[in-house]
């Protein structure tokens, strides 16, 4: 109480999280040239453009996954919640977030071009 923090036994000797191992097993899952898409703008011809992006992006190798889909709200079960994390280094960032349905078909309205105008 008063502004402290609680931690248990159990999470002071936890294993630390394997932070760089996860990021790279989340790399080799979902990696694929065939998720991502690129855009390029500039005043050359698309000759040009094409020139100068190809050397730079063509060894993304092509793994033929499957576009992820996270279902449901990514937040649900945290809503309403504190969520305490451990940082690995001194860092001032404060990040908002919360959840909206999924808007992937309604990119021809933008509605997040909207939601940012708003805030």
């Not at 609680?6 to 760089?20: G, K, N, S």
């Not at 050397?55 to 996954?65: K, Q, V, Y």
């Not at 945290?78 to 999924?102: G, K, Y």
């Amino acid at each position: 109480a008063g502004g402290r923090v609680a931690l248990t036994v159990a999470a002071v000797c936890a294993p630390p999280l394997r932070v760089r191992d996860a990021l790279i097993a989340f790399h080799a899952r979902h990696y694929s040239a065939n998720a991502m898409r690129l855009c390029v703008l500039g005043r050359q011809s698309l000759d040009e453009l094409e020139a100068l992006v190809l050397p730079l992006f063509a060894s993304i190798p092509n793994t033929d996954r499957p576009s992820p889909s996270w279902g449901g709200h990514p937040y649900e079960h945290s809503m309403r919640r504190a969520l305490v994390s451990v940082p690995v280094r001194q860092l001032r960032l404060l990040t908002v977030q919360w959840p909206m349905p999924p808007i992937k078909s309604l990119w021809r309205s933008k509605p997040y071009r909207y939601i940012s105008h708003l805030l």
